[in-house]
């Protein structure tokens, strides 16, 4: 190995560190500052150098102490520590002094990526003080996660109760929906972590450790299930934001429409009284010239003729009964407008 190497700052080592080889770091490692470690280990990780994984089992297998592997572990990306967990989950002494430098974020990241597999491996280092301490960081975050999550979906459930229905736009409704989906996958994807957590737990000696995990996921799904809901059938506050769309269907008394009232009274919510304005639509092709449509008086059988005609044209856009409407997400005049021009 050249001793040009060894005269490298971090960031010369982060720059060109991936063109050393995998002997060259096994010579490189016992003898670096700790500056240097940090540098070559971000210098060959899986977005600076193709051959990351074999270099970075070069350079934690050439350690020479703890607190080498100890500063290898700040920086160490998740994706690397993964692939040491592969190769040397036997090797017992290599992985707690990894665990110990990385930082709380990064083992999270650790815990959604790993494997089956690589689950089990960590498993074996329940006992150890290490991994204890990663948990125990891993909760108090999950429990602001979670509060995070269960504020953001009261707020959304405030703005949808107080939603101006008849005025809704397609560009807000699917604010809403892209708003509310995020909550619930975000919060479906830490309750998987929280899961896989709970079986790390179980392998400590923890037993408040186990309890708290225990008591977190139980939160999260009560969270998930009971105020977010599923989108199919709709329940918590998909249900919360199905019912506040379909007021503009459901009014007291007769007035309300059913799912199987026809087209024609759907679009009697959204303003849609005369024949310019089925016109405007393009529920009228038959006529060319809407000039008359206001002021002419027809006969009976004209009207009558008008109405099958409007009737033909919402069959063939599909939209027969309310309950077309609603699986087509109509709910307001901008909304059908919006499903007009797009059909």
């Not at 690589?118 to 979670?146: D, M, S, V």
Request: overall charge negative; charged content about 25%.
């Amino acid at each position: 190995m050249n001793d040009h190497w060894l005269q490298m700052s971090t960031d010369e080592l982060i720059e060109k560190g991936h063109h050393l080889t995998t002997d060259e770091i096994t010579q490189f490692t016992p003898q670096a500052s700790k500056e240097q470690l940090l540098g070559l280990t971000v210098g060959i990780n899986e977005r600076h150098d193709a051959a990351w994984k074999e270099k970075t089992h070069s350079l934690i297998a050439a350690t020479i102490n703890r607190p080498q592997l100890e500063t290898i572990g700040t920086v160490l990306t998740p994706t690397q520590f993964l692939s040491v967990v592969d190769v040397n989950g036997e090797e017992h002494r290599l992985l707690p002094p990894l665990v110990v430098g990385m930082h709380h974020r990064d083992f999270l990241r650790v815990i959604t990526k790993a494997t089956p597999k690589q689950l089990e491996t960590l498993k074996h280092e329940g006992l150890t003080e290490p991994l204890q301490f990663q948990l125990r960081l891993l909760f108090k975050a999950w429990i602001k996660e979670i509060d995070k999550q269960c504020t953001g979906a009261m707020a959304l459930e405030k703005e949808i109760t107080q939603l101006n229905v008849t005025a809704l736009t397609k560009e807000k409704l699917t604010l809403i929906e892209e708003r509310l989906t995020t909550i619930h996958t975000a919060l479906e994807q830490t309750l998987a972590d929280i899961q896989k957590a709970l079986s790390l737990a179980w392998h400590t000696n923890r037993l408040e450790l186990i309890e708290k995990y225990g008591s977190l996921k139980e939160i999260g799904n009560k969270t998930l299930h009971l105020i977010l809901g599923d989108p199919h059938p709709p329940t918590g506050l998909y249900l919360v934001l199905t019912n506040q769309l379909n007021t503009i269907f459901a009014k007291d008394g007769v007035d309300t429409l059913t799912d199987d009232d026809p087209a024609l009274e759907a679009l009697s919510r959204f303003s849609v009284w005369y024949l310019e304005d089925y016109w405007k639509l393009g529920l009228l092709p038959s006529v060319s010239d809407p000039t008359n449509l206001k002021t002419q008086n027809y006969t009976e059988a004209e009207l009558e003729a008008f109405t099958e005609e409007i009737k033909h044209s919402l069959n063939a856009l599909g939209l027969t009964t309310v309950r077309d409407f609603k699986a087509r997400k109509i709910y307001s005049r901008p909304l059908l407008e919006a499903f007009f021009h797009e059909t």
